[in-house]
């Protein structure tokens, strides 16, 4: 079975602080995903990538980056948190041209 | 633009029986239809997955149709268990080549005893 685990399922930060969620997956997928899901708007993509060391902007992008530095690891960074971001992130894996993704459990992210 | 509708936004229903939850969509090229369960707190299962070529499938108690005409599609559970309370969501993709969907905000269904 396919497998993605995030690193926190519950985190609580600071505004102004800079927040790190990581995602491992353990299928060998080349794609990586992140969405943020919020109450009424449904899941919306802020980055996602082909390949190691490569990442493509989403629809929402803006205060956020992302590293993928190898292919099992995708990397969301919040580089100074806002309360705006405070957020349910999934993380999803899929191999290229299949587009059934599979998703991680998430990670609840409350900013103070 | 592409966008994904999805009714009803909440649904309560009596354990054992039926339920049928919609998708309207907009999505252009039309690729495939995803139907996914998400429980409380955790992410998205993939349940179904229908091409333009396939009007119905099914898993389980559940059976999803698909009209591409109408650009419409309905996900039907029967005999409902109180482990179907969950939200459903809707996701369509787009034939440009590359893994873009669009996401419903999905239906809360509940299920009581």
């Known amino acids: 079975d396919v497998k993605v685990t995030q690193s926190s399922r519950y985190l609580v930060k600071r505004t102004g602080e800079k927040v790190f969620l990581e995602c491992v997956q353990d299928m060998d997928h080349e794609n990586m995903f992140w969405y943020r899901q919020d109450p009424g708007l449904g899941l919306r993509l802020i980055y996602f990538s082909y390949d190691v060391k490569m990442k493509e902007k989403g629809d929402i992008p803006e205060g956020y980056s992302v590293s993928r530095e190898k292919k099992e690891r995708f990397s969301l960074i919040l580089e100074s948190a806002s309360t705006n971001q405070t957020s349910m992130y999934l993380c999803?894996?899929?191999?290229?041209?299949?587009?059934?993704?599979?998703f991680g459990p998430g990670t609840r992210l409350t900013v103070l | 633009k592409n966008q994904v509708e999805q009714s009803p936004q909440s649904l309560i229903i009596l354990e054992g029986k039926n339920c049928t939850l919609q998708?309207?969509?907009?999505?252009?090229?039309?690729?495939?239809l995803r139907w996914y369960k998400q429980d409380t707190g955790r992410g998205p299962v993939s349940l179904t997955i229908m091409t333009f070529s396939e009007n119905t499938k099914s898993n389980g108690r559940y059976t999803a149709t698909l009209d591409a005409d109408t650009k419409q599609s309905s996900l039907h559970i029967t005999a409902s268990q109180l482990s179907d309370s969950a939200s459903y969501i809707c996701?369509?993709?787009?034939?440009?080549?590359?893994?873009?969907?669009?996401f419903g905000t999905g239906t809360r269904l509940t299920i009581i005893p």
């Open positions: 999803a894996s899929s191999f290229p041209g299949r587009n059934t993704q599979y």
């Open positions: 998708c309207n969509y907009t999505v252009s090229p039309f690729s495939n």
């Open positions: 996701v369509v993709s787009a034939n440009f080549g590359n893994e873009k969907l669009t």
